[in-house]
């Protein structure tokens, strides 16, 4: 294992509904990112916390909320998704403190929206 | 035009094969090069790195750069089926790794 766990690892929900993405690190790491996963598509970085602060928001749809109480932890919250927001969500985690191009990934959560 | 190509595959090769997986970028500020494995039902870990050009070893896997072509590749010698997944390109110009740009990925099957 990578260190870094999400959970739940399979998510199936309706357009109206509101559900949350946990992940969290063993690592010691201080920076955090959620990334989504499509077939076919690289991989999108969506949001990026650094000490806890977001750094980063790569113009995701204000349906997605990230939250990151603390260096170890990363939520991602969902409401009203569409069906195009299916994918795999992976969490990864990285050590920015001098310099490091190395991410750590979670296994993903497998999102689908009905 | 996408910042880093990779070769889309999928690629089916049996048991000990020499396999090549190849990724073309267009930003020359790139200078730290990755290679990511992603097993079915699992996020991608990080398998080979190499900063600015030259080759990299590491038992059956070599990881080349050529910044003049931009161009860099993962050699696999004697495959094995364990080693059946996509394989990720990335490549990031400094050393903050939420910079770092993603190829799609080619899948790889080794057949026994």
């Known amino acids: 294992e990578t260190g870094v766990t999400q959970t739940p690892r399979h998510l199936v929900m309706g357009m109206t509904n509101k559900k949350s993405l946990k992940c969290e690190q063993h690592?010691?790491?201080?920076?955090m990112y959620w990334y989504k996963q499509s077939a076919k598509k690289p991989l999108e970085l969506m949001f990026v916390?650094?000490?806890?602060?977001?750094?980063e928001n790569n113009s995701v749809p204000s349906r997605f909320s990230p939250e990151c109480p603390n260096s170890s932890h990363l939520f991602l919250h969902l409401h009203t998704l569409q069906p195009e927001d299916s994918a795999l969500y992976l969490c990864?985690?990285?050590?920015?403190?001098?310099?490091?191009?190395?991410?750590?990934f979670g296994p993903g959560t497998r999102l689908t929206v009905t | 035009q996408k910042e880093v190509e990779q070769d889309p595959g999928p690629l089916s090769v049996p048991e000990g094969a020499i396999v090549s997986l190849n990724c073309t970028y267009s930003?020359?500020?790139?200078?730290?090069f990755m290679w990511y494995r992603q097993y079915s039902r699992k996020g991608p870990e990080l398998l080979m790195y190499?900063?600015?050009?030259g080759n990299k070893e590491d038992g059956r896997f070599t990881a080349q750069v050529d910044k003049s072509s931009k161009y860099i590749s993962l050699f696999i010698r004697d495959s094995q089926p364990s080693d059946s997944a996509t394989y990720l390109c990335?490549?990031?110009?400094?050393?903050?790794?939420?910079?770092?740009?993603f190829g799609d990925g080619t899948t790889l099957t080794v057949k026994p």
């Open positions: 690592l010691g790491h201080n920076a």
């Open positions: 930003n020359s500020a790139f200078q730290y």
């Open positions: 916390y650094n000490f806890k602060e977001q750094t």
């Open positions: 990864a985690s990285s050590h920015e403190r001098g310099g490091s191009y190395e991410q750590y």
């Open positions: 990335a490549m990031s110009a400094g050393t903050n790794a939420g910079k770092s740009t």
């Open positions: 190499t900063y600015s050009s």
